[in-house]
Nanobody
Framework: QVQLVESGGALVQPGGSLRVSCAAS????????MGWYRQAPGKQRELVAE???????NYADSATGRATIPRHMTRNTVYLEINSLKPENTALYLC???????????WGQGTQVTVSS
């Protein structure tokens, strides 16, 4: 069973930066894609950034230029680094991992990011 454990969520002032982590219980190169999503109360879950096993990245329009999704292979960890945070970025940030053979999707429990002065 795959486990994804997020950490690093915090209360951040507007304009601040944050790095959240997603530690996987297996080699992250086993996953076709890993990504970060966020879900605010009463809103749909939305993509922030994702990275493929080959290292190709995809960012939501709102995150382009403000976020990166680096990974640390030996720690089996994927990060989300985001700057210029805004109050509307307040949400539960969740890690997703997907395999293609067989096709399975795994989610972590999330880490809370609150942007407020």
């Amino acid at each position: 069973q795959v486990q994804l454990v997020e950490s690093g969520g915090a209360l951040v002032q507007p304009g601040g930066s944050l790095r959240v982590s997603c530690a996987a219980s297996r080699n992250i190169l086993d996953f076709t894609t890993m990504g970060w999503y966020r879900q605010a109360p009463g809103k749909q879950r939305e993509l922030v950034a994702e990275i493929t096993v080959l290292g190709d990245t995809n960012y939501a329009d709102s995150a382009t230029g403000r976020a990166t999704i680096p990974r640390h292979m030996t720690r089996n960890t994927v990060y989300l680094e985001i700057n210029s945070l805004k109050p509307e970025n307040t949400a539960l940030y969740l890690c997703k991992a997907q395999t293609d053979s067989p096709r399975k999707t795994y989610w972590g429990q999330g880490t809370q990011v609150t942007v407020s002065s």
